[in-house]
């Protein structure tokens, strides 16, 4: 699952998966790359109001999520978005971010 922000970040992960498993000749990675977009601000204010959109629910339901984030600012993104794919059946989320700002309090550890 990718923000709608990271889409060159996760360019960059797939390319070093084909490289890392192309030596071996019956590896296929099952992966679907699922682009989304949460918005969370507000005339360059960030508040607690996050929408979501364009999750496909067919494709999360018992899967193992890999979210892949550009700048984690405050973390309220994240933890909305961590509780919309846990009610819809996600079997296990992790997170990659490029960017995590220190001089702001984040709410996801």
């Given at each position: 699952?990718?923000?709608?922000?990271?889409?060159?970040?996760?360019?960059?992960?797939?390319?070093?998966?084909?490289?890392?498993?192309?030596?071996?000749?019956?590896?296929?990675?099952?992966?679907?790359?699922?682009?989304?977009?949460?918005?969370?601000?507000?005339?360059?204010?960030?508040?607690?109001?996050?929408?979501?959109?364009?999750?496909?629910?067919?494709?999360?339901?018992?899967?193992?999520?890999?979210?892949?984030?550009?700048?984690?600012?405050?973390?309220?993104?994240l933890l909305k978005?961590?509780?919309?794919?846990?009610?819809?059946?996600?079997?296990?989320?992790?997170?990659?971010?490029?960017?995590?700002?220190?001089?702001?309090?984040?709410?996801?550890?």
């Open positions: 699952m990718v923000l709608k922000g990271s889409c060159f970040i996760n360019d960059i992960l797939q390319q070093k998966l084909r490289q890392i498993y192309s030596f071996q000749d019956n590896y296929r990675p099952f992966v679907i790359t699922q682009y989304i977009k949460c918005q969370s601000y507000t005339n360059e204010k960030s508040n607690n109001n996050v929408e979501i959109q364009n999750i496909n629910d067919k494709h999360i339901k018992d899967k193992n999520i890999l979210v892949v984030e550009d700048i984690v600012d405050t973390g309220h993104t978005l961590t509780d919309k794919l846990n009610e819809m059946g996600a079997k296990t989320i992790e997170y990659l971010s490029l960017i995590k700002k220190l001089d702001v309090p984040c709410a996801f550890q």
